[in-house]
């Protein structure tokens, strides 16, 4: 290990807060956010193929008149009947919902997993970017504050043991 002069080791503890800040504002910040986004989306994939599997329940069970409970919010149910189940209504988006067939909202919901899918796989490669991204940084510091990795450590101490 070299000598450092005297003036450097405050410089490089000021380095390493600012790579630790950088670390925790910024980096461990967004890893939360992209993950949050993408859990969001499993969570719209999740409803859009309970909605899939309850309009394949609706088809199998035929043309009849529908008796459901319908959640009107704080868990207060109130039981509806639906005489033509044929058409239903499907979110879009954007608080918009179009009146469809079971054939179209069935084409549709694939098409929007299909989309989602898309995007959730983007997230995951976004967060596996910024989880290297902090490793990159961490072995930066590790580096600069002369520390040595835990596996070296231990390599060296058991060929240490052997002797």
């Given at each position: 290990m070299m000598a450092r002069p005297a003036?450097?080791?405050?410089?490089?503890?000021q380095k390493v807060l600012q790579y630790e800040a950088f670390i925790n504002d910024?980096?461990?910040?967004?890893l939360r956010a992209v993950v949050e986004q993408r859990d969001r989306?499993?969570?719209k994939m999740s409803h859009y193929l309970q909605l899939k599997n309850a309009i394949q329940s609706l088809e199998e069970a035929g043309p009849q008149?529908?008796?459901?409970?319908?959640?009107?919010?704080?868990?207060?149910?109130?039981q509806a009947r639906v005489n033509d189940p044929s058409r239903i209504l499907v979110l879009v988006g954007f608080g918009f919902f179009v009146e469809m067939s079971h054939q179209e909202a069935?084409?549709?919901?694939?098409?929007?997993?299909?989309?989602?899918?898309l995007f959730t796989e983007q997230l995951t490669k976004d967060a596996a970017k910024i989880k290297a991204h902090i490793r990159m940084v961490l072995?930066?510091?590790r580096e600069?504050?002369?520390?040595?990795?835990?596996?070296?450590?231990?390599?060296?101490?058991?060929?240490?043991?052997?002797?």
């Open positions: 003036g450097s080791a405050g410089c490089l503890d910024v980096l461990r910040r967004d989306l499993y969570e008149q529908l008796k459901a409970d319908v959640d009107l919010g704080c868990s207060f149910f109130v069935l084409r549709f919901i694939d098409k929007k997993t299909n989309q989602l899918t072995e930066g510091l600069l504050q002369g520390l040595e990795e835990l596996s070296d450590v231990c390599r060296k101490s058991a060929a240490a043991a052997q002797l």
